[in-house]
């Protein structure tokens, strides 16, 4: 009876994604089989981004599949270092995650490689020499071993375990995840989407799970107001000047959702008709993508796609970058990355900083003690490439853009639950937003919920 017993305990350790908004990782155990839920880089504070470089967090070599929800780097941008570390399993995601994880990877691994020759090149590094949390090398055997699963159909792992992705909205391609063992059913949101997105349509809802896992990186606010009305006014108040409005995006979806709400309030005679630059050749990229997935995926038609792309300049070279930077305003830049943490955004932001002419306008989530987190706070200096630059510009944030659910929407996303959950867990979310989210869901359905923390292990039976 004891072997029976331990052939049904099954565990999940949350490696990532908890306390925090980066690094998601959620490691389940059962039936002799190991499964990773994404496989996320830690950003943002550089104690989160050493622990990219701790090297007990797991062993890549003792797991057998990884899961995707989607394709943003904070849960797939681990991944060639997984298989640096000797991960040879199958990658899990739907055709257009496992799409978007390729441009992002490839971009990933090419900016680890440059950091390291800046840093061998400026003697800036402790290391001798410094060397890429991966390389580009790493990046090509990871896609190697991706494996696309249709939205909404079963996998079988295993005759005990099986899963299945559903429609998230959030980015093109993001699904929650079903995992069922033995009896029991998990669910990892993922990141939750919108629903009411320009691009995208409304997340579905899951039925049932006796164990959830449920982002929280709104779980404190509520968005509020009408966004496109102050893009609008904004745009309106800094569109006479000679200055430049800088909008910081996250490359996939939140760049092509920015492009999408300019163009059609310039087409609507909303905005002054003035040039729109998009600086993100992974953004190009993604945007492509909306051409090969169409009405299954999202809302924008194949003639908005192709007029849009028509009225706003997409730049690639680097060589032009410097060019646009330099020309007179006014002018709109849209490039990545979204917390201005890299990426050609800090071209525009080493130019335009201290020009009180310009906007620096913020339209995601600014995650701690990154750059966007320290021009939104109010810091009169920012640090970039080793260089520090006066604040002179006007910052502004507009709540509401976000390709995040709100407190409102994560409560809703549980609604069509009607068992009560033997576990909840609140997850990908700074402190505070986590536990008013517990708190809400507590009060609303009336379930205990849990906040975990890094490396705590939870065991169950199937």
């Known amino acids: ?44 504070e550089k104690k989160l981004r050493l622990l990219n470089w701790d090297s007990d967090q797991f062993f890549p070599t003792e797991i057998d599949h990884i899961l995707l929800t989607h394709g943003h780097l904070d849960h797939c941008g681990y991944l060639p270092r997984a298989v640096k570390k000797g991960f040879r399993g199958e990658i899990f995601g739907t055709k257009p995650t496992l799409d978007v994880s390729n441009i992002v990877l490839k971009d990933s691994a090419k900016l ?201 300049f997409c730049i690639t070279e680097s060589s032009e970058t410097k060019k646009i930077a330099n020309k007179k305003g006014p002018k709109i830049v849209i490039a990545g990355s979204g917390m201005a943490t890299g990426g050609r955004v800090l071209s525009y932001l080493e130019h335009s900083l201290g020009d009180p002419n310009s906007l620096v306008l913020f339209v995601g989530y600014q995650a701690k003690e990154t750059r966007g987190n320290k021009l939104l706070r109010g810091d009169t200096e920012i640090k970039i490439r080793g260089r520090y630059h006066e604040v002179r510009c006007d910052v502004q944030n507009i709540d509401g853009l976000s390709a995040h659910a709100d407190q409102t929407e994560l409560i809703h996303w549980l609604s069509k639950i009607k068992t009560p959950p033997k576990e909840v867990f609140i997850v990908h979310g700074e402190e505070d937003a986590s536990k008013i989210l517990g708190n809400r869901i507590r009060k609303e359905y009336g379930w205990d919920t849990q906040i975990p923390q890094r490396g705590e292990v939870f065991e169950f039976e199937v």
């Open 112 to 312: 680890q490689e440059e950091d390291a020759e800046l840093a061998n090149s400026g003697g800036y590094s402790k290391h001798k020499p410094a060397l890429p949390l991966y390389d580009s090398d790493d990046a090509e055997k990871t896609i190697k071993l991706f494996h696309a699963v249709e939205i909404g159909e079963w996998f079988d792992i295993d005759p005990n375990i099986k899963f299945r992705f559903r429609y998230n909205g959030h980015i093109l391609g993001a699904s929650f995840i079903e995992l069922k063992i033995g009896n029991k059913t998990l669910i990892f949101s993922g990141d939750i989407g919108r629903d009411e997105d320009p691009l995208l349509f409304p997340p579905e809802k899951p039925e049932k799970g006796d164990i959830i896992l449920i982002e929280s990186t709104y779980g404190n606010r509520i968005h509020r107001g009408n966004p496109i009305k102050r893009l609008a006014q904004l745009i309106h108040e800094f569109s006479t000047s000679k200055g430049t409005i800088i909008i910081p995006c996250f490359a996939v979806e939140r760049i092509q959702a920015v492009m999408y709400l300019i163009w059609k309030l310039m087409k609507e005679g909303e905005i002054p008709n003035i040039p729109v630059y998009m600086d993100s050749p992974m953004g190009s990229k993604v945007l492509d993508l909306f051409n090969i997935y169409g009405s299954e995926w999202h809302k924008l038609k194949e003639d908005e796609l192709a007029e849009l792309k028509e009225d706003i």
């Open 1 to 44: 009876m004891e072997n029976k017993k331990e052939d049904r305990l099954a565990s999940l350790q949350f490696l990532g994604g908890v306390g925090t908004v980066t690094g998601s990782k959620y490691l389940v155990k059962a039936f002799g089989k190991t499964i990773l839920i994404d496989c996320g880089l830690f950003q943002g």
